[in-house]
């Protein structure tokens, strides 16, 4: 379980990423670097080696051959089957946190969901308070919420904690990520406990691309409702577009 005086240096923190959609990962490391309330060395699980460079806390480990979306979740298992991390943190490479995170928040929500018998994943934003979910228990700051088992994405992949063997349970082979987001039957059928916040959360975020397409406002809050974080800075979105940090693909 997690040390509670240290979880910045014992999370370990996954991005994959694809040949196409990888040519945003700078951005992603400038902004991870930026926002990340620890120093933390964070691994990129991709497949071709990047023709460019990454910060020095950032390592590249290559899956192979790029054999298709729909081997996306035999890779998964490949890989996260030989890692000893019981809890990791694992997004994709287009979702750009765009301010500070609540490290009071991302610190007690990984405290206290762990704990529960059942735990699976705690998303770190506030997608999993749009959906059907219980509220479970009160902290100071936050109500932790737990999805119900009718709850859409069960299986959302976006900016979570998640228990490894509990991940590989809900990986079928030949999925893509998307289908394995929308599947439903595998998601519930283990009533594995999906947890996040409700009133604030730990994680503002960006989105790049959708369907292959880069989207404008990739610097936008995606939660921006429930915030008073709209979007990231000027500065740094003017910063990334200079650099060519965010391109179409």
């Known amino acids: 379980m997690m040390n509670e005086k240290n979880l910045g240096e014992?999370?370990?923190?996954y991005v994959w990423t694809s040949n196409v959609q990888m040519v945003?990962?700078?951005a992603w490391a400038y902004l991870f670097n930026k926002f990340w309330p620890y120093n933390k060395k964070v691994t990129v699980i991709g497949y071709?080696?990047?023709d460019f460079k990454l910060p020095a806390n950032f390592k590249y480990v290559s899956l192979g051959t790029q054999r298709g979306p729909k081997f996306w979740?035999?890779?998964m298992i490949s890989y996260f089957s030989n890692v000893s991390d019981d809890l990791f943190y694992m997004t994709t490479e287009d979702g750009f946190l765009v301010d500070d995170v609540d490290k009071e928040i991302q610190h007690n929500a990984a405290r206290i969901a762990p704990s529960k018998s059942d735990f699976a994943k705690l998303n770190l934003t506030a997608n999993l308070r749009?959906?059907?979910h219980?509220?479970?228990?009160?902290?100071k700051r936050f109500d932790l919420i737990k999805a119900d088992q009718t709850a859409e994405y069960r299986n959302s992949l976006h900016h979570s904690i998640f228990e490894r063997e509990k991940f590989l349970h809900t990986l079928v082979p030949g999925q893509t990520p998307w289908e394995?987001?929308?599947d439903f039957e595998t998601a519930s059928k283990y009533n594995h406990g999906i947890y996040g916040t409700s009133k604030e959360y730990a994680l503002k975020v960006g989105h790049g691309y959708k369907k292959g397409r880069k989207i404008p406002n990739w610097y936008s809050n995606l939660h921006a409702n429930v915030s008073s974080v709209k979007q990231l800075n000027k500065s740094d979105i003017a910063?990334?577009?200079?650099?060519?940090w965010v391109p179409p693909i």
Do not use: G, H, W
């Not at 014992?10 to 923190?13: A, N, T």
């Not at 219980?134 to 902290?139: G, K, L, Q, S, W």
């Not at 910063?239 to 060519?244: G, H, L, R």
């Open 48 to 50: 071709d080696f990047p």
């Open 10 to 13: 014992i999370l370990e923190v």
């Open 130 to 132: 749009q959906r059907a």
């Open 24 to 26: 945003c990962m700078p």
């Open 239 to 244: 910063y990334i577009e200079k650099n060519n």
């Open 73 to 75: 979740s035999d890779d």
């Open 134 to 139: 219980t509220t479970v228990e009160r902290a």
């Open 180 to 182: 394995y987001e929308l």
